[in-house]
């Protein structure tokens, strides 16, 4: 996949609100501060402006962003989970929207789902992860922030370490880096593979 054009689509705040079109889409969804602002822009080619917004607190995704890609998907940016500084009521209302969405969206093809390379999964991690294979979503674990490993690290199986703990397919998860770059030809592949087979 080559991505020629990015443009903002708009928000979805709650559950009741339309959704920006009727493009398919692909989510992205993982724990705040996992870096997916910062590897969705890396994904998207643009590192500086115009993607995701990289904020200095993590958890202030608190909507659903659409970003419409090559004119032909939605790249939907999920609100994050974890550290957001906010009240029980409003994390709450995330989540409802959160749910809402994936088991809502007609022209949803498939969910990429980050995990820290450098933690083992949470059990956010474990219960989002589930809940995906509850609702029959196609799912990617993208593993982020390998370059942040040690050599000795890499080499110890870590996908495989990591499909296991989520009780995933090995194949489904890919390593990962917004910094250098690494798995980005994956990702926009496994990408390009989901809206093919969901169109």
Do not use: C
């Not at 602002?37 to 200095?56: E, Y």
Request: proline share 5%.
């Amino acid at each position: 996949m080559i991505i020629r054009t990015v443009e903002f689509a708009g928000s979805v705040v709650a559950g009741d609100q339309p959704l920006p079109g009727e493009l398919p889409q692909v989510a992205f969804a993982g724990r705040s501060n996992v870096g997916k602002s910062s590897l969705i822009n890396r994904l998207l080619g643009r590192p500086r402006r115009g993607g995701a917004r990289v904020s200095a607190s993590p958890g202030k995704t608190q909507a659903l962003n659409f970003y419409e890609v090559n004119r032909s998907f939605y790249l939907v940016d999920m609100p994050g989970s974890g550290y957001a500084k906010a009240p029980r009521a409003a994390r709450d209302a995330w989540r409802e929207l959160v749910r809402g969405y994936l088991e809502g969206s007609e022209q949803l093809r498939g969910v990429v789902y980050l995990v820290d390379s450098r933690h083992p999964p949470t059990a956010g991690d474990l219960e989002f992860v589930g809940f995906l294979a509850e609702t029959g979503v196609p799912t990617l674990i993208a593993l982020t922030k390998v370059d942040k490993l040690r050599a000795r690290d890499r080499e110890t199986g870590i996908r495989a370490g990591l499909a296991r703990r989520l009780g995933v397919s090995e194949d489904q998860v890919v390593a990962s880096s917004a910094r250098t770059g690494e798995g980005t030809v994956e990702l926009l592949g496994a990408m390009a593979a989901l809206l093919t087979v969901g169109g």
